[in-house]
C-alpha cells in the first residue's frame, strides 16, 4: 500500500509559476513509477507529466510541454512538478498517483493503482 500527499497548490496569477509536490509512504514507495493528472470542474481527469522509479524516464503533456518539469527525489520520497507560465487552463486539482511498472511509466489514469487527495490550481488571467 503507497499513500500519496499533494501539496503546493494555490492562486497564482498567469505567468506566475508553482511547484507541486507529493510526499509518498508506504512499502517501497520510491520503486513506483509517479504520475501527475489534472482535473478541471466538468472536465475528465488529463494526464499532465510522468516519471519512471529511476527518474531518468519522463512524459508529459503536449499541453504543458516546456512549461512544466517532473522530477524526484527517492531519498525523500518527494515527486515534483514545476510549473512555469501558468495560463488560466491550467486551473484544476492536480493529483499524484503510483504504481508498480518496474522501469516503464503510464500516462493513462486507468494504468495508476494509488491516488492522492489532490491538491487545487488556480490561475486568475
Known amino acids: 500500500q503507497v499513500q500519496l500527499v499533494e501539496s503546493g497548490g494555490g492562486l497564482v496569477q498567469a505567468g506566475d509559476s508553482l511547484r507541486l509536490s507529493c510526499a509518498a509512504s508506504?512499502?517501497?514507495?520510491?520503486?513506483?513509477?509517479m504520475g501527475w493528472f489534472r482535473q478541471a470542474p466538468g472536465k475528465e481527469r488529463q494526464f499532465v507529466a510522468a516519471?519512471?522509479?529511476?527518474?531518468?524516464?519522463?512524459s508529459y503533456a503536449d499541453s504543458v510541454k516546456g512549461r512544466c518539469t517532473i522530477s524526484r527525489d527517492n531519498a525523500k520520497n518527494q515527486v515534483y512538478l514545476q510549473m512555469n507560465s501558468l495560463e488560466p487552463e491550467d486551473t484544476a486539482v492536480y493529483y499524484c498517483?503510483?504504481?508498480?511498472?518496474?522501469?516503464?511509466?503510464?500516462?493513462?489514469?486507468?494504468?495508476?493503482?494509488?491516488w492522492g487527495q489532490g491538491t487545487q490550481v488556480t490561475v486568475s488571467s
Open positions: 516519471i519512471n522509479r529511476s527518474g531518468r524516464s519522463t
Open positions: 498517483a503510483a504504481v508498480d511498472l518496474g522501469y516503464g511509466l503510464a500516462t493513462r489514469s486507468s494504468e495508476y493503482h494509488y
Open positions: 508506504g512499502r517501497t514507495s520510491s520503486t513506483y513509477a
